[in-house]
């Protein structure tokens, strides 16, 4: 009699842990599936050849910078939060590369924050000793112009307003990557001008 009921209990709990198993592997499966059927939300940002969309902040200056104003000119607009490790690395580049480019009226830097306020980044940038002309943002409202999601980002427009390089968050961008970016706008608007047919002077 023991023994009957010793087998019967093995028997039971062989089958428990053998329908435990296919519990288990279906989970297992119902998951990996639900990975492959749920895409992540498609991450958007404007990319080369889109022009720059409508937007109008002041710099730490007081002074207006918009896609209007800076119709005419190269620009530079960097979106960052200086709580963010891989934007703390890329400003130093950009800085470089403005101090380049400083003097050069016909080229714009400007850096705007996302979501980081105007005491935080202005300590940080007095810190930093940051030349970099900046906008403090409270919210991402103006970034969302730009992308929906993930910083640091680099945007480099022609002065036709056409975006010519945008950067994300998947490597840091050199000081060398936005002169060349600069110099290379600037080397075909020379082109342009020099072919440029030259009118005959009026008799």
């Known amino acids: 009699m023991n023994d009957f009921f010793t087998n019967r209990s093995c028997h039971t709990n062989h089958l428990f842990r053998k329908i435990l198993k296919q519990i288990i592997f279906i989970a297992f499966l119902f998951l ?52 963010c490790p891989d934007c703390r690395k890329e400003l130093p580049e950009i800085e470089k590369a403005y101090q380049q480019f400083r003097d050069d009226e016909s080229i714009r830097f400007i850096a705007i924050s996302r979501s980081q306020g105007y005491e935080s980044l202005t ?22 112009k730009f992308a929906s999601q ?10 036709e307003g056409i975006i010519v390089f945008a950067s994300d968050d998947s490597y840091i961008v050199t ?17 342009i001008h020099i072919s440029e ?6 008799i």
């Open 197 to 202: 047919p030259t009118r005959p002077e009026p």
């Open 123 to 144: 300590d940080y940038w007095i810190k930093n000793a940051f030349t970099l002309p900046y906008s403090a943002q409270e919210d991402d409202f103006i970034f969302q």
């Open 175 to 191: 000081t060398e990557i936005i002169v060349e970016q600069i110099n290379g706008i600037a080397g075909k608007l020379s082109l």
């Open 150 to 159: 993930n910083i640091p980002r680099i945007y480099i427009a022609s002065p």
């Open 32 to 83: 990996f599936s639900m990975c492959i059927q749920d895409d992540p939300e498609e991450v958007f940002s404007l990319k080369p050849g889109d022009s720059l969309p409508g937007f109008s902040v002041q710099d730490n200056k007081g002074g207006l910078i918009s896609n209007t104003i800076l119709k005419g000119k190269i620009s530079v607009i960097a979106f960052m939060n200086t709580g």
